[in-house]
């Protein structure tokens, strides 16, 4: 069995956010933001990019959302 390293580090994107909404996307740089999250591959391209998230939303929470629900994503092949 192959275990691959997982990295999860969320990137903020800066986001226009409608005034009633912008308390839930104001990050801590107190700036409103959408939280992503992309996974690349080996050869550096993208394989699953998970987008749409509050600013203030936690890494880990993103990660489970995207494997729990049917978002598309799928564990790399083992090798």
Known sequence: TCALPISVDGTHIKAQILA???RL???RKNECTHNI???CDFDMLFTFVYVGWEGT???GLIF???VTTDQG???PTDG
């Open 20 to 22: 009633e909404h912008q």
């Open 25 to 27: 996307f104001r990050g």
């Open 37 to 39: 999250m992309a996974i």
């Open 57 to 59: 939303a936690n890494d």
């Open 64 to 66: 489970k959302d995207a």
């Open 73 to 75: 994503f799928e564990w």
